[in-house]
């Protein structure tokens, strides 16, 4: 069965572009989470949505940072006027429920020139 | 300090020889959960030990916990070289609305041919 797809696997732009990134969860999978991984580091949370409830939006380090998700699939986080410490992994993962272990995407690498 | 960290920091072994890495963490937990990475990939979910279990037993892992000392091994047996990955802990804390599930730095290792 699929796993969890992120696109794009790349993205390369220049500062003070904003980019968009895509999450596709596990089917039935009611809980997606968005994460930062910068080099060599653990992940950071940044978001994660459950159901129809309201996201616990407590990790986005800025106003810059931005996520939707339509109803329990495809999920995007944005990023404002990129900054050059926007640059890392970022990693989507999906759960059944919030308690259950997490299965993750392959990640978009974001560069900002 | 974050919540989860995992000691040692690197760890290089040969085929065959078995690989122990600790995680220590803070606060009260509902469960822990350990991940594999891949260079260049998403995270894998390896196993899951809730709060009131002690060992529990997946394949060639082996995890405990110990509540009393906020701590948890993972023990990978007869290793092999596609066990080189960096392995990470990860806590959900217990009670109230936080679902936020909480990563260390991970451990890097290495199996040698």
């Known amino acids: 069965g699929a796993g969890v797809s992120q696109s794009p696997s790349n993205k390369v732009t220049e500062k003070g572009k904003d980019v968009e990134l895509r999450c596709d969860p596990i089917?039935?999978?009611?809980?997606l989470y968005w994460y930062r991984q910068r080099l060599g580091q653990g992940l950071e949370f940044l978001i994660y949505f459950q159901g129809n409830s309201a996201p616990d939006k407590s990790g986005l380090p800025s106003d810059r940072f931005s996520a939707e998700r339509t109803g329990e699939s495809v999920s995007t986080l944005t990023i404002q006027r990129t900054q050059q410490e926007d640059s890392a992994v970022y990693l989507c993962?999906?759960?059944?429920?919030?308690?259950?272990?997490?299965?993750f995407g392959d990640g978009t690498r974001l560069s900002i020139l | 300090s974050q919540q989860g960290e995992e000691d040692p920091q690197a760890l290089s072994i040969q085929e065959g020889e078995n690989a122990t890495m600790n995680c220590s963490y803070k606060?009260?937990?509902?469960?822990l959960q350990w991940y594999r990475q891949n260079s260049g990939r998403g995270l894998v979910h390896l196993i899951l030990?809730?709060?009131?279990?002690r060992e529990k037993h997946s394949g060639r892992l082996r995890v405990t916990l110990d509540t009393s000392k906020k701590s948890s091994s993972l023990l990978i047996t007869a290793s092999r070289a596609a066990d080189t990955a960096s392995y990470f802990c990860?806590?959900?804390?217990?009670?109230?609305?936080?679902?936020?599930?909480?990563f260390g730095k991970g451990t890097l290792l290495t199996v040698n041919p």
């Open positions: 089917s039935g999978h009611t809980a």
């Open positions: 030990i809730r709060s009131n279990e």
């Open positions: 606060t009260s937990i509902n469960n």
């Open positions: 990860a806590t959900l804390n217990s009670g109230g609305s936080n679902y936020k599930l909480t």
């Open positions: 993962a999906s759960s059944l429920g919030l308690r259950d272990p997490q299965h």
